[in-house]
């Protein structure tokens, strides 16, 4: 919401500094996002008057004008009239223009040059209103009315500058769409009151004596106005209806002040009649609507539900097609506005209109917000319907409409307006007691500060029993409860106000959550392994039959919820490539979403889970410059390592295993067999530098890590022996450590492969693999001749079972 | 005796060979004048005892003086020594150490935990729930009015008829008091969706701690001085803060808490837009709907609750001016905050 602070000056009826404006809405009623000054590009114009006006020679359109610009010597030359070349009809001696000296820059960022116009040379311009941003007239240059002396500066002069301010206005506070609600509150703040500024130029008491009074409320749903019926057969979406009808009036341009307050806020003036209504809905937040009798069938204003198919074209230019979820405001045939939002191109004020009909309605907001959605269409009209205006302001705010239009377009109002409100309503009234303010806010508010506070915002304060009760004013459909009460209090007062000293607090029941933990354990080991954590988008195309879509997505590149990690890290990979980064390790913890039974609340939802997963790509370790230039790069050993300490830590329960099906790879299994992870190599889109690329991904289990039991150091010296074996096809490491673990028993401590070799002295499709064997009896010292016999066994064993030799050297 | 005050004379001018020693000489100099037996100054100090009362004594102070110069020259030397030992030994030792690739966590998990953390410290444990909702847990039990304007800030992704991913982790509160009896305090990180284009300043999908505190006797004086605490010990202990009315559905009253712009610490910059001030978050007391929304007696109860996004925060703390490049991964990136958020 926009709000200029001249007119809120105007409201206030005092001056006003748009910054302090700004900090007193920011810290008491909303946010300000903005503080704009207004027409500081106009501070090149001078104020001006023609002494005498002459034919041009060579032209009869144009006139030279002998120019009074002050004593300045803007613009080059001494001080004193200038000759200046003007095109305009209206210009006349003895009057007083804005000029533009040679130099000046205007509106638009143009710079004025000395120019000759048909051989002539000029001396500047005087300006129309078009030229200075203030309006949409060319025709003639901008008359002023001003006692100001030539050479002042427009701006000072003619009290045109001005602040917008932007403010950030919250859902539930329809109230600060308009002037008058902005100035109340800040009239709480400053300490004064709200008074709306007289009309220039009305009311003429003559044309308007019919409405000084309140027009009857009819608990009807029909009546007729000046010869106009109109029936109200949708009270659901239309609770309370006005009409007024205006006779006469002249359609045409609207006077200066009322242009000047609706381009402070960065509204277009249109014409007079448009523009007076647009005046009150920034002034009053009552959108009102104004059409055409004499374009009604009937005549009539019928309020009702569009028929299904029901065609009408908005002022647009655009066809829509209603639907019975919406209200419609009809003549005898065809609908003439979508009720709250737009009205048709073809019940539009003209420049022909001469009687108008004046709507001023409340629309039940959510009627209006499905109707705005269904047709894509919003307006400053439905945007305010939607938030819920002032039911109870409607006449105040048709009478100072109607004023205004006689004001501005002439015309007459020969009958009361009508008002149809079938059910009235009255203020709510809330029952607040001073002590829960107190109690809730943390510091003691006496009663009557409190009641100051809340009168000082526009609600009335009554005393009842103990507790007072508050009348919540129309304009106030937010504050329901006492609590919204006691938050006016409180930001009345302003938070700042408050203290914030830390005070005890009793624990919480709520234990830390498992998942949580879980994510944090294996990011830590992730990390000390030297991988980096990246963070990727969950959306993206789909990566199988599970993968769960989004109704509507803000692509088709992301229309699906991940399946997986690893897709997207690769996409990383890639774009760090991009970049030139060879050496990459990257790993993620995140959701992962499959279709399936939810594990929300009501079921419906997909299936969701933590992931764990990791990619790797180049040197093993950064390279040192004592050992030559090339580190190796990761190879399959360096992903084992890294899928084994995930698996390790992620999914505790797991075995990670060779892939079946001939591929390279590994995959983790949990006792039942479930598949709950697997590692392997990568295609990507590598550019011809890069090193081979892995990855893995395991399922997150939230499981309690094992607590560990001490294994006393043991006292006894090993024996070490390298063990050198032929392995014949198909035999695995694994096979030959299980044997030898399962014969030889727990002496033998530990057992570890370094040395793998196939070639020469090994028959064809053999390989030798060589281990290093720890053995260890805790309690006594083994002997060589211990050893051996337990070895003999293993070997033993693994003959008979595997076809395993030991490798003759 | 006056043949050994002479000795020393000619050993005390020996002190001056020591400063321009190297390691080798020094070494020599050292058994040459303090060696065990051969020292020069060792044997002298060995003839006192032999001598007189009075010559022991002058002699003896002046050898004992000389021994504590000598040492305390020797010392000096050595230690110049030691310390330009890198060049005179023939090894740089200004060349690179040899490393193992340093892993780190995201900055955004960084800022979470180092967020979660302080909460702990102010008693607020861990609360997570699912990323896929349905409308009466993101909305309507966090009183939502049904067809509202305020749910226009929310624009959201649907999986199906009322299954959405959640636009803030404040479903977690309801879920929060359901299952467990006050006195709650719960700090609630999580991913959280909103349908909103990847740019500069917004992310389809981003990360959002929420906080809850629900007990007897809580008031806006706690509340303000939770979070205030909590400003003062992320970000510096003389940060101003401050707070000013805001409105979300499941807060009343409702209140947005700012910082001193901690890039121009209040004065005014582009990053605050001249304002002096950065939006933290958004908080207020717990509304009472949300309360008997979940079955808890909102007369007895009170609470306060409050949302922030990290990676904003991350953003305004170290001058990352762009959302997508947290997203990137670009490793150079990472790394530079491997090492800590500070
Ligand atoms: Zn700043």
Redesign the interface.
């Known amino acids: 919401m926009i709000v200029s602070r001249r007119w809120l000056e105007a409201l206030l009826d005092r001056p006003l500094d748009a910054r302090d404006v700004a900090d007193r809405l920011t810290l008491h009623v909303a946010a300000v996002d903005a503080v704009v000054p207004l027409h500081q590009d106009l501070g090149d114009v001078l104020i001006a008057r023609v002494l005498e006006v002459k034919k041009h020679p060579d032209a009869d359109r144009l006139s030279l004008c002998l120019v009074d610009r002050g004593g300045g010597s803007a613009g080059g030359g001494r001080g004193g009239p200038v000759e200046v070349v003007c095109g305009a009809p209206n210009v006349q001696a003895g009057k007083i223009y804005p000029y533009a000296p040679v130099g000046a820059v205007l509106p638009g960022g143009v710079k004025l040059e000395r120019k000759k116009i048909r051989g002539v040379e000029s001396n500047g311009m005087l300006c129309s209103a078009k030229e200075l941003g203030l309006g949409a007239d060319h025709t003639g240059i901008l008359e002023l009315d001003t006692t100001a002396a030539p050479g002042t500066r427009f701006i000072d002069a003619m009290g045109i500058g001005d602040h917008q301010i932007v403010i950030d206005v919250p859902a539930n506070r329809p109230d600060l769409l308009c002037h008058k609600g902005v100035a109340r509150e800040l009239g709480a703040s400053i300490g004064a009151v709200v008074k709306l500024p007289a009309i220039p130029g009305g009311p003429a008491d003559s044309r308007t004596a019919g409405l000084s009074a309140r027009p009857p409320v009819r608990q009807s749903a029909t009546g007729v106005v000046d010869g106009v019926e109109v029936r109200l057969e949708d009270p659901e979406g239309a609770p309370r209806y006005m009409i007024a009808v205006i006779r006469g009036a002249r359609v045409g341009p609207s006077p200066t002040w009322l242009a000047a307050r609706l381009t402070a806020v960065g509204q277009r003036p249109i014409n007079n009649v448009v523009d007076a209504t647009n005046y009150i809905l920034f002034e009053l937040n009552q959108p009102l609507h104004a059409f055409d009798l004499g374009r009604l069938r009937g005549p009539a204003v019928v309020v009702r539900r569009a028929r299904p198919g029901e065609k009408i074209v908005t002022l647009d230019g655009v066809t829509r097609t209603l639907t019975a979820d919406m209200t419609a405001i009809c003549d005898a045939e065809h609908p003439t506005i979508v009720a709250g939002v737009m009205g048709s191109a073809e019940s539009e004020v003209s420049a022909d209109t001469r009687d108008l009909v004046l709507e001023c309605a409340y629309f039940q907001p959510t009627r209006i917000r499905r109707t705005r959605r269904a047709l894509e269409l919003s307006s400053e009209s439905s945007y305010r319907f939607e938030r819920g205006i002032d039911m109870l302001g409607m006449p105040d705010a048709l009478r100072r409409a109607i004023e205004l239009i006689i004001a501005v377009a002439g015309g007459e109002v020969r009958a009361p307006a009508l008002d149809l409100w079938p059910q009235p309503q009255q203020e709510r009234t809330i029952f607040l007691r001073p002590e829960r303010v107190s109690r809730l806010l943390g510091v003691t508010i006496e009663r009557p500060e409190v009641e100051r506070l809340l009168t000082a915002v526009g609600f009335f304060v009554a005393p009842k029993d103990a507790r007072l009760a508050v009348q919540v004013p129309g304009w106030r459909p937010d504050v329901t409860r006492e609590v919204d009460l006691i938050e006016e209090v409180a930001r009345s007062k302003g938070y700042d106000a408050f203290p914030d000293e830390l005070r005890p607090y009793r624990p919480g029941t709520v234990p830390d959550a498992p998942d949580e933990r879980a994510r944090a354990r294996i990011r830590e080991q992730l990390v000390r392994a030297g991988l980096l954590e990246a963070r990727t988008l969950p959306l993206g195309p789909p990566d199988g039959p599970d993968a769960v879509p989004i109704l509507n997505p803000l692509s088709a590149e992301e229309a699906h919820l991940r399946h997986r990690l690893v897709p997207g890290l690769v996409r990383r990979i890639e774009y760090n490539w991009a970049n030139r980064n060879r050496d990459i390790r990257l790993f993620e913890v995140g959701t992962v979403f499959r279709k399936g039974t939810g594990t929300g609340a009501g079921g419906g939802g997909p299936e969701e889970w933590t992931s764990v997963a990791g990619v790797l790509t180049g040197a093993r370790r950064p390279p040192h410059w004592s050992e030559g230039a090339k580190v190796p790069d990761m190879d399959i050993w360096d992903l084992k390592y890294h899928f084994a300490l995930a698996v390790a830590v992620a999914a505790p329960s797991c075995d990670v295993r060779p892939a079946t099906g001939g591929a390279v790879g590994w995959v983790a299994v949990e006792r039942g067999g479930q598949l709950v992870g697997w590692a392997g190599p990568l295609e990507a889109d590598a550019p011809v530098w890069a090193a081979p690329l892995f990855g893995f991904e395991v399922r997150l289990a939230a499981a309690q890590p094992d607590l560990g039991v001490y294994r006393p150091l043991p006292l006894q010296p090993p024996v070490e022996r390298d063990l050198a074996l032929v392995l014949p096809p198909g035999v695995t490491a694994a096979q030959v450590s299980d044997v030898l673990r399962r014969t030889v028993g727990p002496l033998l401590e530990r057992l570890e492969v370094f040395d793998e070799y196939r070639g020469p002295g090994i028959p064809a499709g053999h390989r030798s693999v060589a281990w290093h064997c720890t053995f260890r009896d805790p309690e006594r010292t083994l002997r060589e001749r211990d050893v051996d016999a337990l070895l003999a066994r293993g070997l033993e064993a693994l003959e008979g079972e595997l076809g395993v030799r030991r490798r003759e050297s | 005796m006056r043949d050994l005050l002479a000795a020393l004379a000619e050993l005390r001018e020996r002190l001056k060979e020591i400063p321009q020693a190297d390691e080798r000489r020094l070494s020599g100099l050292k058994t040459e004048i303090l060696g065990r037996r051969v020292g020069a100054l060792t044997q002298i100090l060995g003839r006192i005892p032999k001598l007189d009362p009075a010559s022991k004594k002058e002699v003896g102070a002046s050898a004992n003086a000389l021994k504590r110069a000598f040492e305390a020259a020797f010392a000096a030397r050595e230690g110049e020594l030691k310390r330009a030992a890198g060049t005179v030994t023939g090894v740089d030792l200004t ?2 150490g ?9 900055l ?2 960084q800022v979470v ?1 180092e967020i979660c953390e302080i909460f702990r410290e ?7 729930g ?5 409308e ?2 993101n909305f309507f039990a966090l009183n939502f009015p ?5 749910l ?2 929310q624009d959201s ?7 959405l ?1 959640r636009t803030h982790t404040s479903p977690v509160q309801i ?2 008091l359901e299952r ?7 700090v609630i ?1 999580g ?1 959280v969706y909103r ?1 909103d ?2 740019d500069a300043s917004h ?3 981003f990360q959002q701690i929420e906080g809850l ?1 629900v ?1 007897e ?1 809580i ?4 509340f ?3 979070l ?2 909590f400003a003062r010990k992320f970000f510096a202990p003389d940060t101003r ?7 979300f ?1 499941f807060t ?5 808490m700012d910082v001193q712009c901690q890039i121009c610490k209040g004065v005014g910059c582009p990053t605050c ?1 001249q304002t002096g001030w950065m939006e933290i978050l958004g908080s207020g ?1 717990v ?3 949300v309360l008997e929304n979940c079955g808890v007696d909102s007369e007895r109860y ?1 609470g306060f609750a409050w949302g922030m996004g990290p990676e904003r925060i991350a953003m305004s703390r170290h001058g990352i001016p762009d959302i997508r490049v ?7 990136f ?2 530079q905050f ?1 090492g800590g958020a500070r």
């Open positions: 060349m690179p040899r490393a193992g690739w340093r892993g780190g966590l995201h955004v998990t935990d102010l008693g607020f444990t861990r609360a997570v699912p990323e896929a909702e349905t009466r847990y049904k067809d509202h304007p305020a226009d800030a992704f649907y999986l199906s008829g009322d299954i991913l879920r929060t467990y009896p006050p006195p709650i305090r719960v990180p991913q349908r284009p990847f992310a389809p999908v505190a007990d006797g008031t806006f004086v706690d303000k001085a939770t205030a605490t803060v401050r707070f000013r009315p805001s409105y559905p009343e009253p409702s209140a947005e837009k007391l509304h009472p709907a009170t947290l997203f990137e991964s670009d490793v150079r990472l790394a491997a």
